[in-house]
């Protein structure tokens, strides 16, 4: 099954629609989507490249945008929307907790979910218009963060892309197992004890 899901998505690459997907993805995985761009993202560019740096740009552009969306929700509609969301996805109680801590650990929040999908980035761009940040300073903070990690992606797929795709095609189901491992180990010992 994950040969098959990693076989489609590289295909994808060679579609006219591929990149407009990965703006979609991009964009709502920014204010609403808990999948990250990276699983789209990372087989196209493997497949293509000489076009991670375009796909980058793509990425980066649907993501500011889909963080802005989230902002708004953030910023209009906490109540309405943002918390029955958050209540579902069960991340109600680390937002409040992150909302009294202010400004500045949104814009380190922003910083870590950039680099390392930590917390999801839909949460940090809500979080944002929650607590009223400037929409000029989060749409800097968001270039800043998601460019630096697509960009940073691109370079490493353009330098290192063969070894990578070899290291992928042979370690496939490790590199999924062990974040679900992980996932799986953080669930039982957040809820056990």
């Not at 929409?135 to 963060?145: D, E, G, K, N, Q």
Request: net charge positive; glycine share 8%.
């Amino acid at each position: 099954m994950l040969r098959g899901l990693y076989d489609w998505t590289l295909s994808l690459a060679a579609r006219k629609s591929a990149e407009w997907w990965l703006a979609f993805i991009a964009f709502v995985e920014s204010s609403v989507f808990f999948i990250p761009a990276d699983v789209l993202y990372l087989p196209m560019a493997l497949a293509r490249p000489e076009r991670a740096y375009r796909y980058a740009l793509i990425a980066t552009v649907a993501s500011v945008l889909g963080g802005i969306a989230g902002w708004l929700i953030g910023y209009y509609a906490y109540d309405t929307i943002a918390r029955p969301m958050l209540e579902h996805f069960g991340g109600l109680d680390a937002f409040e907790r992150w909302q009294s801590a202010g400004t500045g650990l949104m814009l380190v929040l922003l910083v870590t979910s950039g680099a390392a999908h930590l917390p999801p980035i839909k949460v940090v761009t809500i979080l944002a218009g929650a607590l009223h940040v400037n929409l000029v300073v989060f749409i800097v903070s968001a270039i800043l963060a998601r460019g630096a990690r697509f960009l940073l992606l691109a370079w490493l797929l353009r330098r290192y892309g063969e070894e990578i795709k070899e290291f992928i095609e042979k370690r496939l189901g490790l590199i999924v197992g062990a974040p679900a491992a992980l996932i799986l180990l953080y669930i039982v010992v957040k809820y056990a004890f």
